[in-house]
């Protein structure tokens, strides 16, 4: 009976690691799409209206304002998803909940 729990329970864990996994890989998917779309635009806007060279368009830093500022928060989320650079990681919550239910259980057993 407790193993079937445990091993549910690791299913489970695993089953929202991979969602995670997925919306990060989604979220870099759309940023490097959306921020090539937008380079693009501005680059073909700054030739085009301003009598700027190519060289001239592709060094503006509005090119790459969102290719930066977006990637700050990409970057977070890859962290948060990997776990990279984690205090409170994986461990610490299994060794949290085993301390809590133990505490529960010792509760319970002062009740009775």
Do not use: P
């Amino acid at each position: 009976m407790e193993k079937n729990f445990i091993e549910e329970r690791e299913y489970i864990a695993a089953k929202k690691k991979v969602k995670k996994i997925k919306g990060f890989y989604i979220h870099f998917l759309v940023y490097v799409l959306v921020n090539i779309f937008i380079s693009g635009v501005i680059v073909f806007g700054l030739t085009r209206s301003d009598d700027r060279t190519f060289f001239d368009a592709i060094t503006n830093f509005g090119v790459y304002s969102t290719w930066v500022f977006w990637g700050i928060g990409v970057c977070f989320h890859w962290i948060g998803v990997f776990e990279i650079f984690s205090f409170i990681g994986k461990d610490w919550e299994d060794k949290k909940i085993k301390e809590l239910m133990e505490k529960e259980q010792q509760q319970r057993n002062k009740r009775l």
